[in-house]
């Protein structure tokens, strides 16, 4: 499986983003997808997951209510819709699968990572 993201950039406060991961070389239909993130000296954490039927989703505490995190099948695409930004929220933003059809918050249970892609919330 290999995970393309793409879509981070610099946006001021309070304004929003939205991260891509395409999903290329397995099922994506069967997949749980997810979103991490990770800022230097600190361990990558969980932001925002989807079940592969798009039906269930989970979100971080610091990030619920301003994030969404959705998918399209026909795209095998999985979005992070990132409203009301918070300089706290600037970070590497990592794309992962699981190729089973549960989600499971733990990082280990990721099978495979996309590249960062850099979200920098700034004035």
């Known amino acids: 499986v290999q995970l393309q993201a793409s879509g981070g950039g610099l946006v001021q406060p309070g304004g929003s983003l939205r991260l891509s991961c395409v999903h290329s070389g397995g099922t994506f239909t069967m997949s749980a997808m997810g979103w991490f993130r990770q800022t230097p000296g600190k361990e990558r954490e969980f932001v925002a997951a989807?079940?592969?039927?798009?039906?269930?989703?989970f979100y971080a505490d610091s990030v619920k209510g301003r994030f969404t995190i959705s998918r399209d099948d026909a795209k095998d695409t999985v979005y992070l819709q990132m409203n009301s930004l918070k300089p706290e929220d600037s970070a590497f933003y990592y794309c992962?699968?699981?190729?089973?059809?549960?989600?499971?918050?733990?990082?280990?249970?990721?099978?495979?990572w996309g590249q960062g892609t850099l979200v920098t919330v700034s004035s």
């Open positions: 989807i079940d592969s039927s798009g039906k269930d989703t």
């Open positions: 992962a699968a699981r190729s089973v059809r549960r989600v499971v918050i733990r990082r280990d249970a990721w099978d495979s």
